[in-house]
């Protein structure tokens, strides 16, 4: 286990993030973040627009590789493996901008996402199982997109895309899940029925979850940590981040958490 | 009664098959020799549905596969030919390469000409079938590997795949003392199987024709349906979120793209047995794109669409050769059907057909009670 993060308890940590950093042409977009997150936990990240939050996410992801830093799934070690790899090592991710597969229908995208064997010959058969069958139907319950199951994602509404992807995300079942701003866009209600998915997804899944909106993040949190230009400004239960000055003088401005 | 789009999708492929089959009680054997040659352009049209509609990639340098599956066959055939064999000596040789050979050279594949050596195996003809498929594939595979891997997608995996045809093409018909140049191998023998000739003008040469194509239809629909084939169609329409799901890629890219080349490389093949030659001019650039054509109109996300899409095209492109003034204006036609399809019918005749199946599917679920569900997604067929 990395060395900077002795005292944590590897048998429950989930994703083990040491002193992660990338450099683009000189610029820190992600500075020496450390942090544990427990199985189970639900950890929510805070931080103004630019604070490296997304770009944190594509190197736990593996969409870009780390200048230096390692990363744990567990106890095992995805630093600068291939995205595929990273994903099927239990790790999932859902993009800022919604993306399903357009063309295929809702029930299908689940399905695809449900594929646990990622061989091309493998999957050289005909039909799902029934274990399969049953859970895209539980997740199309989730998600509330029963009555469009047969429709194609390409037609979907905002919000039900993002549903969607969350749904597929259920649907690939992976241990850790990081959603990056799973509800920028959405209506006050849509919100509330997206707080409501990742609630339902949060006994199974380890989430990690870029989110803006504070009565949101209310509803879900239990710990936050908040990011200010690449690095950790401050980590811990929402009533101490609320009330911590260089949250406030950084992130929050005069205004503090509404 | 009560009418499902799988039911009706399956009634398609049946008719099609019935009547394909059934051709030889109608048409001469000139005819059928003609139609045997479109149903091995349909077999074109359904492997570029698979690599354009089903998995996006749009390839066009198609005839590079194609090519190659005739040339391998091709050479198998000249060395069982008549004219090879009298030759003068007592191995079978290409009587080019005696026009073509430096004086004093020996007769012998071994050593006539700079490389001649490699048409020795083709006088097994078995090898030359093999060769017309795993030749193709070859290429497809080592191409796509690299082109999947770097992540190299749309309008240039088109302008690649176009160069390497390309090239290919210029290559033999530079080697012309080996491939007999611009000509292309022409005095073919014909292929014996089991003591059956394949006559381009029997009857069993159709049926070997219409059959392989009638599997090849079941076959690539089958395929595409599958867990494999669904996640290859995800990949089209998202890459990233495939790879994030954790799948490779571009293993799958790469696997289709040699299906298809495997069933081009076939068509090749029969291609040969049905005109008795092979020429360059399968490679060239207009024949690739004509294909691209076929796919469009037909509907290149439709299987049986893109075939019947080709084998239109040409029936109507012989009855219309028969007058010189009308060839000109169907260049036009064919030029401006293209045009229409890709702007207004991007699911071409296919999805013409799609939106009568629906609406018959919608029509008989409505017979008892009205229709209160919402439209559904359009299956491919
Ligand atoms: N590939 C890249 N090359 C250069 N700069 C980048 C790249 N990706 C992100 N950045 C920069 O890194 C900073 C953090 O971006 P991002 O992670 O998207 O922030 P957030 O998601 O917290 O809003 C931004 O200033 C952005 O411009
Ligand atoms: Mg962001």
């Known amino acids: 286990m990395p060395s900077t993060l002795i005292g944590a308890d590897p048998a429950s940590a989930a994703l083990t993030l040491d002193g992660l950093t990338v450099d683009f042409a000189g610029f820190r977009a992600v500075d020496t973040v450390s942090t544990v997150i427990e199985s189970g ?25 780390p200048t230096t ?27 800022q901008i919604p993306s399903v597969f357009r063309d ?35 997740i199309l319950a989730v998600v509330g997109l029963e009555s469009k199951q047969e429709v194609e994602a390409g037609s979907l509404s905002h919000g039900e895309t993002q549903w969607l992807e969350l749904g597929m995300l259920m649907a690939q079942d992976p241990k850790v899940i990081l959603l990056d701003e799973p509800t920028a866009g959405m209506t006050e209600a849509e919100t509330m029925k997206t707080a409501a998915i990742i609630k339902a997804m949060r006994g199974r899944h380890t989430i990690v979850v870029v989110e803006h ?15 200010h230009l690449g690095r950790i400004l401050a980590e811990g239960p929402i009533a101490e981040i609320e009330t911590n000055p260089d949250v406030r003088a950084a992130y929050l401005g005069s205004k503090g958490i509404q | 009664m009560k009418l499902s789009k799988r039911g009706l999708n399956t009634a398609a492929y049946v008719v099609f098959i019935a009547l394909i089959l059934a051709a030889p009680l109608v048409f001469d054997v000139f005819w059928l020799n003609r139609l045997s040659k479109y149903l091995v352009f349909g077999m074109l049209g359904a492997a ?16 590079l596969f194609f090519g190659l599956g005739a040339y391998a066959i091709a050479m198998s055939l000249k060395l069982a030919s008549a004219t090879s064999l009298a030759q003068g000596s007592d191995t079978p040789i290409p009587d080019f390469m005696l026009w073509n050979a430096e004086p004093g050279a020996p007769t012998e594949l071994c050593c ?8 020795i195996p083709f006088q097994h003809t078995w090898f030359g079938i093999l060769m017309g498929i795993v030749l193709p594939v070859v290429v497809a595979l080592a191409l796509g590997l690299i082109m999947f891997r770097k992540r190299i997608s749309g309008v240039f995996i088109s302008i690649i795949t176009l160069a390497v ?44 024709i219409a059959i392989s194509l009638a599997l090849v239809l079941i076959g690539t629909r089958m395929l595409v349906e599958t867990r494999s084939g669904l996640i290859l169609q995800a990949i089209r329409d998202d890459d990233r979120r495939a790879r994030f799901l954790g799948f490779d890629v571009p293993r799958y890219q790469a696997f289709f793209f040699c299906v298809s080349a495997a069933i081009s490389g076939y068509a090749g093949m029969l291609y040969v047995m049905a005109s008795e030659f092979a020429s360059p001019t399968f490679m060239d650039l207009s024949f690739s794109i004509t294909m691209v054509v076929w796919a469009a109109v037909g509907g290149r996300n439709s299987v049986l669409g893109a075939c019947i899409g080709a084998l239109l095209i040409n029936m109507i492109e012989a009855t219309v050769s028969e007058t010189p003034a009308l060839m000109e204006a169907w260049r036009v036609v064919i030029g401006l059907a293209f045009v229409f399809a890709v702007l207004f ?32 997604a359009e299956e491919r067929s």
């Open chain 1, 104 to 138: 295929l229908s809702v029930r299908r995208n689940l399905e695809v996402a449900s594929c646990r064997n990622p061989g091309v010959f493998a999957n050289l058969r005909l039909g799902f199982s029934l274990a399969q069958t049953r859970r895209v139907e539980e």
């Open chain 1, 213 to 227: 909106d504070m009565a949101f993040v209310r509803e879900i949190a239990s710990r936050i940590t908040v990011m």
């Open chain 1, 41 to 65: 936990e639900l950890r929510v990240l805070l931080g103004a627009n630019g604070a490296g939050k997304t770009t944190l996410m594509d190197l736990v992801s593996g969409k870009t590789r």
């Open chain 2, 48 to 63: 570029i549905a698979l690599s354009w509609g089903y998995a996006g990639v749009l390839n066009l340098g198609q005839g």
């Open chain 1, 69 to 95: 830093g390692r990363v744990f799934l567990g106890d095992i070690e995805i630093t600068g493996l291939e995205e595929h790899r990273i994903a099927q090592a239990g790790l999932g991710r859902k993009f």
């Open chain 2, 112 to 119: 006539i000409t700079q490389g001649s050596f490699l048409w």
């Open chain 2, 345 to 376: 019918l991007p699911r071409g005749l296919a999805g013409l057909a799609m939106s009568l199946r629906d609406w018959l599917v919608a029509r008989s679920a409505a017979e008892p009670r009205s229709l209160a569900e919402p439209a559904p």
């Open chain 2, 165 to 208: 045809v390309l090239l290919v093409r210029l290559l033999i018909v530079q080697a012309q003392p080996l491939t007999n140049g611009f000509n292309g191998l022409t005095d073919l023998g014909y292929l014996t199987v089991l003591g059956l000739e394949f006559d381009p003008y029997m009857p069993q040469t159709y049926y070997l």
